[in-house]
Each structure stands twice: as structure tokens, then as C-alpha cells.
């Protein structure tokens, strides 16, 4: 069965500290898709990234990275140097190619208060 | 570039009435995904189209239905409504590009806030 654990429920930071969300998955497919979505306080879903499974390369865009690591089934989320504008509900979220219909699962999501 | 259009933002019904959301998929898009988000909580697979068929259905209850029509656009109708439905609904729309598997990001909209008194 698929599922995803974010396992940190709220994370609180001082602007321009760095902080890693956790993903952790788990799916018996071989073939799927890892995503990241950002919820601000207004209520959208914001794609941020989707990576699929045979491609582990680690991915920058601007202060964002995403590491992932299919030993260990993790898909972490790093803010460098945050700001009070990342602060938000971050979701990761899995999709399963062959398994999972057209679904897709999120994790519980980690709220992030990034302090002024 | 354009996105997804959900109508209403807001809905505010009593118990046991009906209502429609309506969803308008990015322009192309054939594949429209209906998701529920209760409070504090993550968001739920309720049912999918592709090409104007049902596709997939998640935890979505009986008292609600939908379709996709014809220009693409979907609507969600939720009948017997109950307090337990408050909820944020989101529309997803994406594009089938490789046979009939998913293999593209779901792009959301910006929600229906529905409120159930």
C-alpha cells in the first residue's frame, strides 16, 4: 500500500535559518512520482517539484533542494536562508505509475513558522 | 499562464441541502481530479476523469457525484449535505501524455471553501 509520512508537524524557525522538511514513502511500485506542494495561509496548492523514481538526481531551484534517496525511501525538502514568505503548510505527495490509479497520496503535511 | 478555475470560492449551505462545484481544467488538460481537505488535515482523493469517463474513485461518499462534460470543465454535486462536509475542495487538472496512465503533475485550483451549518 502507498503511503507517505512527514513526520514533523510543525516546524518553527528565525528567518535566514535553514530547515529540512522530511518525507518519507512507502509504495510497492516500481515506477512513481514524488511531489512537493506548498499550502500558503490563503488555501492554495502550490506545485513546487515532482521527481520520478528512477531519477535520484538531487535538485536546486533558487533557495530550494530537494534530496532524494531511494535506499532509504526519503524525499526531503530543504529552505536555505528562509524568509517570512516561506512560512506555510508543505505537503509531500506520491504517485503510483502501474498501482495507484490516478490518485495521488499526501502525507499529514509540516507547518513551518518561519519568524521575522 | 492559465490555471485552474473553480466556482464558487465560497459556498455556505445548511444541513441537508445540495450544492455544485464547478471545476475549469487548464486549457488541453483531459484529466480532472476532485480532492476534499477537512481541517487541519491533508488532502483526500475523492474521484477522477479522464476523457469525460470516470477514471478512479477514491473516499468519496455516495451522496455526492460528478462528471466531466464535454469542453472538459467538471462539477462535483454533493447532495444531503452534513456538518462533516465543511471542507476545502480542490480541483486538479493534468494531462495524459503516455496511454492512459498518469504520468503528469497534477496542477491545482485555488479551492471551494465550503461551509456546512
Known amino acids: 500500500a502507498q503511503k507517505v509520512t512527514q513526520a514533523q508537524t510543525e516546524i518553527s524557525v528565525v528567518e535566514k535559518e535553514d530547515v529540512t522538511l522530511d518525507c518519507v514513502y512507502e509504495?510497492?511500485?516500481?515506477?512513481?512520482?514524488l511531489f512537493w506542494y506548498k499550502q500558503p495561509p490563503s488555501g492554495e496548492l502550490v506545485f513546487l517539484i515532482r521527481r520520478n523514481s528512477f531519477d535520484e538526481q538531487n535538485e536546486i531551484s533558487g533557495r530550494y533542494s530537494w534530496n532524494f534517496q531511494k535506499s532509504t525511501s526519503s524525499f526531503n525538502f530543504t529552505i536555505t536562508a528562509s524568509q517570512v514568505v516561506d512560512s506555510a503548510v508543505y505537503f509531500c505527495a506520491l504517485s503510483e505509475v502501474n498501482t495507484g490509479g490516478f490518485k495521488t497520496i499526501f502525507g499529514a503535511g509540516t507547518r513551518l513558522f518561519v519568524k521575522a | 499562464a492559465a490555471g485552474v478555475i473553480q466556482s464558487p470560492r465560497h459556498l455556505i449551505k445548511e444541513k441537508r441541502e445540495t450544492a455544485t462545484l464547478k471545476c475549469y481544467p487548464i486549457p488541453r488538460h483531459d484529466t480532472v481530479y476532485w480532492y476534499q481537505q477537512g481541517p487541519g488535515q491533508d488532502p483526500q482523493f475523492l474521484i477522477s476523469f479522464y476523457e469525460k469517463m470516470q477514471s478512479d474513485k477514491g473516499s468519496i461518499p455516495d451522496r455526492f457525484s460528478a462528471q466531466q462534460f464535454s469542453d472538459y470543465h467538471s462539477e462535483l454535486n454533493m447532495s444531503s449535505l452534513e456538518l462533516g462536509d465543511s471542507a476545502l475542495y480542490f480541483c486538479?487538472?493534468?494531462?495524459?501524455?503516455?496511454?492512459?496512465?498518469?504520468?503528469?503533475?497534477?496542477?491545482f485550483g485555488p479551492g471551494t471553501r465550503l461551509l456546512v451549518l
Open positions: 509504495t510497492r511500485d516500481t515506477t512513481y512520482y
Open positions: 486538479a487538472s493534468s494531462l495524459l501524455t503516455s496511454g492512459r496512465r498518469p504520468q503528469e503533475t497534477q496542477y
